[in-house]
């Protein structure tokens, strides 16, 4: 069965569960260029519900589905970009704070150095001490990043 087939398929199904891609993926999502869209999931709500709105994007529902190949339209909703990014958020999806793989900082090092910079201690000597540059500690002290802490 080709990619297009199944789509033309398995988009029609109406059932709870995922409904995974099993072809190509970009990111995690499935890879499929149909109804002018690149993505399986966009794809599937363009045909289930409606054309994209603009300035949206196809999200999965928070908690229902943490699968990124699933393209169930049950399981999807047209959302602006800052409400897919609330939506990751709230699922623990996201890979903010310890979770990025670049981060060299723990979430109970940006707390002790909050409690430095409160006692008066400089960012140099804590950018020193925890092995980061200055503009790190500027950006948890400013709370640019780590802000949700």
């Known amino acids: 069965m080709t990619p297009a087939e199944f789509f033309d398929e398995a988009v029609w199904r109406e059932t709870g569960e995922c409904i995974v891609w099993p072809f190509s993926l970009d990111r995690g999502y499935g890879l499929h260029k149909r109804h002018g869209e690149q993505l399986a999931h966009a794809a599937a709500l363009v045909v289930r519900v409606g054309p994209r709105p603009p300035g949206h994007d196809a999200a999965h529902l928070p908690i229902v589905c943490h699968n990124r190949a699933c393209f169930n ?6 959302a602006t970009r800052r409400e897919n990014l609330l939506d990751r ?37 804590l950018a020193a001490n925890f092995g980061v540059t200055m503009d790190c500690i500027r950006f948890i002290d400013t709370r640019r990043t780590w802000g949700w802490l």
């Open 73 to 78: 339209y049950r399981h999807l909703r047209w």
């Open 89 to 125: 958020n709230l699922d623990g999806t996201s890979n903010r704070g310890e979770r990025n793989g670049h981060a060299k900082l723990t979430a109970a090092d940006v707390l002790v150095i909050r409690s430095r910079l409160a006692g008066g201690d400089t960012r140099r000597r």
